[in-house]
């Protein structure tokens, strides 16, 4: 059974998000969305209680494989909804949450079976003994500008080409797929504590990078005022380093998805990747109240 004081593997995960369609027909479905390099099945968790052409929030979780925080919040997000759907009514019947908690099947097994702190995919690259592509480098928008590396060996390595990872192809045919009504794309790792918007391959700022930025202080807000979490604000390249071919910049700069946001969850670097899972809770908590400003901020009024 599922829990959030311990951390999961993929299957487990995985496993529940199934029962969760079966046990909760009415508020979510689940889709199986394509298969990684090692051919484990991914999939999709679509939330809410409304029609299709509400407003999206897309989310996902654990592209870096050893960020095993990413994954144990996207899920605590999950089953904070579906245990509490009459508290949370308005926002599953006002947004479609589109989500996948762990986008990095293959280098997350790896994680538990071989090298814990393993962060890319699992694929072959040729050169052997260096496996993978980082696949936050790997996104097809400004792709190799900045911050990456076509060496296979380097834990940056941004694949032989632009979209070479299978798993990312997955998520890209998603948020194409239900592009039409995201308005948001969230996208969790660890660590840090930094509420991020694009762009991540240039210092430049987007033009409606105000916006973003306020949005991006009241979710902080909700968040500190939790468990006293601190958190840092503003665009990715201005406040951790210039890296091309992440999500966040694709999500805004290809898929028109306006508010993406990268958020590095616990701790500051204590434990690192490596976070005790005593900290899973208190890390779902907070991070629920940030993103239930997000879901309220696109609710239609009514
Ligand atoms: O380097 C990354 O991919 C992210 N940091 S991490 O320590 N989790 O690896 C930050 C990505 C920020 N976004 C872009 N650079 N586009
Ligand atoms: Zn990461």
Request: aromatic share 14%.
């Amino acid at each position: 059974a599922m829990d959030w004081t311990s951390y999961h593997t993929y299957d487990e995960i995985t496993e529940w998000l199934d029962s969760l369609a079966t046990d909760y027909p009415s508020l979510c479905t689940v889709e199986d969305v394509g298969t990684s390099y090692e051919g484990r099945t991914m999939k999709l968790l679509k939330l809410g209680t409304g029609p299709a052409t509400n407003p999206g929030i897309f989310i996902d979780g654990g592209i870096h494989a050893r960020e095993w925080i990413s994954p144990a919040t996207v899920t605590y997000i999950i089953n904070e909804f579906v245990q509490n759907s009459d508290t949370y009514a308005d926002i599953l019947a006002g947004v479609n949450f589109y989500i996948m908690p762990s986008i990095n099947p293959d280098g997350y097994a790896y994680t538990w079976s071989n090298d814990r702190l393993w962060r890319k995919t699992r694929s072959e690259t040729g050169t052997p003994g260096c496996r993978g592509a980082d696949p936050n480098r790997n996104w097809g928008f400004h792709w190799m500008e900045a911050g990456a590396s076509s060496n296979p060996c380097s834990d940056i390595f941004a694949g032989s080409v632009e979209f070479s990872e299978v798993e990312m192809q997955n998520v890209r045919d998603q948020i194409l797929k239900y592009q039409d009504t995201l308005v948001a794309y969230l996208t969790f790792h660890s660590y840090s504590q930094l509420w991020m918007y694009p762009w991540g391959y240039t210092t430049d700022l987007p033009s409606d990078w105000q916006e973003l930025d306020s949005l991006a202080q009241d979710a902080v807000s909700a968040l500190t005022g939790v468990h006293g979490t601190s958190y840092d604000i503003g665009s990715s390249t201005n406040i951790l380093y210039a890296a091309a071919g992440g999500s966040d910049d694709w999500a805004k700069g290809v898929g028109n998805v306006k508010y993406s946001y990268t958020i590095e969850l616990r701790d500051t670097g204590f434990w690192g990747f490596q976070l005790p899972p005593e900290q899973i809770i208190p890390t779902g908590e907070e991070t629920f109240e940030a993103l239930k400003v997000v879901a309220n901020f696109f609710l239609t009024p009514r």
